[in-house]
C-alpha cells in the first residue's frame, strides 16, 4: 500500500511508534525511524535488519526547528522523498492540579504539541514542494473527553486535534493530507506493567472488550497515510473499541 514513498515515525523506537513503522515497512516504504536518543534509535534498527536497505534512523530534538529540518532534509536525501509523517512521539503525565508545576505542563506541551507544529511545518515545506504528502498525528480518546488527572496531556490532545483539522484546511491546496489517529487504551509498555487484573477491568469496560494493540492502532496510519484515503482529511479516527473512559 506504500510502494514508493517514504516516512517519518516520531517516537518510532517502541510501543505505537514501533508498530507503525514495522507496518509501514511491511507495505513497502522506506522509513526514518526517530527516535530521542541515538543509542535507542539504534538498538530499534537492529531489530528491523531485514529492512537495512529501506529504514534509517534520526535523532533531531524535535522542538528544534533546523535540527528537525536538516534531519528530515537527510530522508529526503537519503530515498529521495518524504510523503508521510507520523507524529507519534509523546508523553503521558497524571499528576493532580495541585502537584502540577509549570516545568511538567511545559515538557509536555513541548513534546506532544510544539513538536507537532515543528515536524508539520518542516515536512510540509519538502511535501509543497514534491506535490503533496499526507501527515498524521497522534490524539487521545482523552482529547474528546478529558481525564481526572494529569490535565495537561488531555489539553495537548486537544490541541492536536485542533491543529489537525486547521492544517488540513490550510494544506489541503497543497495536496496534503493531515488527519490524526485517537488511540484508546493500548497495550504499550504502560499498560503491559499493569498488573493483570487491572488489564481485565480496563477491558471489561471496553465495549469491543479487550484494550488495543499496537498493530490496531498502526492499521489505521497505514490506511490514512496511503492513497485508499486520498480523499479523507481533517479527521480524527477514534480506534478504541467504542470506549468512554
Ligand atoms: P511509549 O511511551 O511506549 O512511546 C513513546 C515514544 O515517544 C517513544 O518512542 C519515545 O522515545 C518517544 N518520545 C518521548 N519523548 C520524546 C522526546 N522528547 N523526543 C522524541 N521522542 C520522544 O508510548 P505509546 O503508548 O506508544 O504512545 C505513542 C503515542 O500514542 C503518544 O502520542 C501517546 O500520547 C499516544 N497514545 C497512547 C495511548 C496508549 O494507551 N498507549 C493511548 C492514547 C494515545
Redesign the pocket.
Given at each position: 500500500m506504500l510502494k514508493n514513498k517514504t516516512a517519518v515515525v516520531?517516537?518510532?523506537?517502541?510501543?505505537?511508534?514501533?508498530?507503525i513503522v514495522k507496518k509501514y515497512l511491511e507495505n513497502g516504504a522506506s522509513v526514518a525511524l526517530?527516535?530521542?536518543?541515538q543509542e535507542?534509535v539504534e538498538k530499534?534498527l537492529e531489530g528491523l535488519a531485514q529492512y537495512k536497505d529501506r529504514v534509517m534512523g534520526i535523532?533531531p530534538?524535535?522542538?528544534d526547528p533546523e535540527g528537525v529540518a536538516a534531519a528530515f532534509a537527510s530522508v529526503k536525501e537519503r530515498f529521495g522523498s518524504l510523503d508521510i509523517l507520523a507524529?507519534?512521539?509523546?508523553?503521558?503525565s497524571r499528576t493532580s492540579l495541585y502537584d502540577y508545576t509549570l516545568e511538567e505542563f511545559s515538557?509536555i506541551l513541548?513534546?506532544?504539541l510544539k513538536?507537532v507544529f515543528v515536524c508539520s511545518q518542516a515536512a510540509a515545506r519538502i511535501m509543497k514542494e514534491q506535490g503533496g504528502g499526507s501527515i498524521i498525528n497522534?490524539?487521545?480518546?482523552?482529547g474528546e473527553y478529558g481525564q481526572p488527572s494529569g490535565c495537561g496531556?488531555p489539553a495537548?490532545?486537544f490541541a492536536v486535534n485542533g491543529l489537525t483539522r486547521s492544517l488540513a484546511r490550510e494544506l489541503a491546496k497543497d495536496q496534503i493530507r493531515v488527519n490524526a489517529?485517537?488511540?484508546?487504551?493500548?497495550?504499550?509498555?504502560?499498560?503491559a506493567a499493569l498488573p493483570q487484573e487491572m488489564v481485565e477491568r480496563i477491558s471489561a469496560g471496553i465495549p469491543l472488550g479487550r484494550?488495543?494493540e499496537?498493530e490496531d492502532?498502526a492499521n489505521a496510519f497505514l490506511f490514512l497515510a496511503s492513497d485508499m484515503a486520498s480523499y479523507v482529511t481533517g479527521l480524527t479516527l477514534r480506534v478504541?473499541g467504542a470506549a468512554m473512559v
Amino acid at each position: 500500500m506504500l510502494k514508493n514513498k517514504t516516512a517519518v515515525v516520531t517516537g518510532g523506537t517502541r510501543g505505537i511508534g514501533l508498530a507503525i513503522v514495522k507496518k509501514y515497512l511491511e507495505n513497502g516504504a522506506s522509513v526514518a525511524l526517530s527516535g530521542s536518543r541515538q543509542e535507542t534509535v539504534e538498538k530499534a534498527l537492529e531489530g528491523l535488519a531485514q529492512y537495512k536497505d529501506r529504514v534509517m534512523g534520526i535523532w533531531p530534538d524535535l522542538c528544534d526547528p533546523e535540527g528537525v529540518a536538516a534531519a528530515f532534509a537527510s530522508v529526503k536525501e537519503r530515498f529521495g522523498s518524504l510523503d508521510i509523517l507520523a507524529n507519534n512521539a509523546g508523553v503521558s503525565s497524571r499528576t493532580s492540579l495541585y502537584d502540577y508545576t509549570l516545568e511538567e505542563f511545559s515538557k509536555i506541551l513541548d513534546i506532544n504539541l510544539k513538536a507537532v507544529f515543528v515536524c508539520s511545518q518542516a515536512a510540509a515545506r519538502i511535501m509543497k514542494e514534491q506535490g503533496g504528502g499526507s501527515i498524521i498525528n497522534t490524539s487521545s480518546m482523552v482529547g474528546e473527553y478529558g481525564q481526572p488527572s494529569g490535565c495537561g496531556y488531555p489539553a495537548t490532545k486537544f490541541a492536536v486535534n485542533g491543529l489537525t483539522r486547521s492544517l488540513a484546511r490550510e494544506l489541503a491546496k497543497d495536496q496534503i493530507r493531515v488527519n490524526a489517529v485517537a488511540p484508546g487504551v493500548t497495550r504499550t509498555d504502560m499498560v503491559a506493567a499493569l498488573p493483570q487484573e487491572m488489564v481485565e477491568r480496563i477491558s471489561a469496560g471496553i465495549p469491543l472488550g479487550r484494550v488495543g494493540e499496537p498493530e490496531d492502532i498502526a492499521n489505521a496510519f497505514l490506511f490514512l497515510a496511503s492513497d485508499m484515503a486520498s480523499y479523507v482529511t481533517g479527521l480524527t479516527l477514534r480506534v478504541d473499541g467504542a470506549a468512554m473512559v
